[in-house]
C-alpha cells in the first residue's frame, strides 16, 4: 500500500552560494553545511531531515494535519 503525502509548502525557499569559491583551490574550500538549528513543535525530527550539504528537506513520514498545522525549523548556515 503506497501512501500518499500531503503537499508541504516551504518558505521562504532555502538558497546559499559559498561567495569562496572563485577565491580558493578547491581543496582548501569549506563549502557551505545547513542544520535545523531549532523546530517546532518538537516532534519535528520524526517527520523531516535536512541534507547537510544540499539542503534539501526530506518527509520522513506523511503528517497528519489533524494533529499538525505548522512546523516552524530554523535553519542554521554555516
Given at each position: 500500500?503506497?501512501?500518499?503525502?500531503?503537499?508541504?509548502?516551504?518558505?521562504?525557499?532555502?538558497q546559499?552560494?559559498?561567495?569562496?569559491?572563485?577565491?580558493?583551490?578547491?581543496s582548501?574550500?569549506?563549502g557551505i553545511?545547513?542544520?535545523?538549528?531549532?523546530?517546532?513543535?518538537?516532534?519535528?525530527?520524526?517527520?523531516f531531515?535536512?541534507?547537510?550539504t544540499?539542503?534539501?528537506?526530506?518527509?520522513?513520514?506523511?503528517?497528519?494535519?489533524?494533529?499538525?498545522?505548522?512546523?516552524?525549523?530554523?535553519?542554521?548556515?554555516?
Amino acid at each position: 500500500m503506497q501512501t500518499k503525502l500531503n503537499p508541504l509548502n516551504v518558505t521562504p525557499h532555502i538558497q546559499a552560494e559559498d561567495m569562496d569559491r572563485n577565491i580558493q583551490p578547491p581543496s582548501e574550500r569549506p563549502g557551505i553545511l545547513f542544520y535545523i538549528l531549532v523546530g517546532q513543535p518538537n516532534t519535528y525530527p520524526e517527520f523531516f531531515s535536512l541534507n547537510q550539504t544540499t539542503a534539501e528537506l526530506r518527509v520522513l513520514k506523511p503528517v497528519n494535519r489533524d494533529l499538525y498545522q505548522r512546523f516552524t525549523l530554523v535553519i542554521k548556515v554555516t
